[in-house]
Nanobody, 123 residues
C-alpha cells in the first residue's frame, strides 16, 4: 500500500516558477514509477510527467516539455515537478500517482493517487 500527499500548490503569476512535492509512505516507493497528472475544471485528467523507479528515465507531455522537470529522492520518498515559465493554461489541480513497474502516461495505469494540490497561474 502506498499513500501519497501532494503539497506546494498556490497562486503564481505567468512566468513564475513553482515546485510541487509528493511525499510517499510505504516501503515500496523506490520500486514504483511515479507520475504527475493535472485536471482543469471541466476537462479530463491529463498526463504531465513521469519518472522511472531510479530517476534515470523521464517522460513529459509536449505541453510542458522544456519547462517542467520531474525528479525524485528515493531516500526521502519524495517526487517533485519543478515547473518553470508557468502559463495560465497550466492552471489545474495537480495529482501525484504511483504504479509498480515502468512509468506510463495514462492515468488508468496508476494504482495509487494523492488528493491533489491546486496550481493557479494568473496572466
Amino acid at each position: 500500500q502506498v499513500q501519497l500527499v501532494e503539497s506546494g500548490g498556490g497562486l503564481v503569476q505567468a512566468g513564475d516558477s513553482l515546485r510541487l512535492s509528493c511525499a510517499a509512505s510505504g516501503r515500496t516507493f523506490s520500486r514504483n514509477a511515479m507520475g504527475w497528472f493535472r485536471q482543469a475544471p471541466g476537462k479530463e485528467r491529463d498526463f504531465v510527467a513521469a519518472i522511472n523507479w531510479s530517476g534515470g528515465d523521464t517522460l513529459y507531455a509536449n505541453s510542458v516539455k522544456g519547462r517542467f522537470t520531474i525528479f525524485r529522492d528515493n531516500v526521502n520518498s519524495t517526487v517533485y515537478p519543478q515547473m518553470n515559465s508557468l502559463k495560465p493554461e497550466d492552471t489545474a489541480v495537480y495529482y501525484c500517482a504511483a504504479r509498480t513497474g515502468g512509468y506510463a502516461s495514462t492515468w488508468l495505469s496508476y494504482n495509487y493517487w494523492g488528493q491533489g494540490t491546486q496550481v493557479t497561474v494568473s496572466s
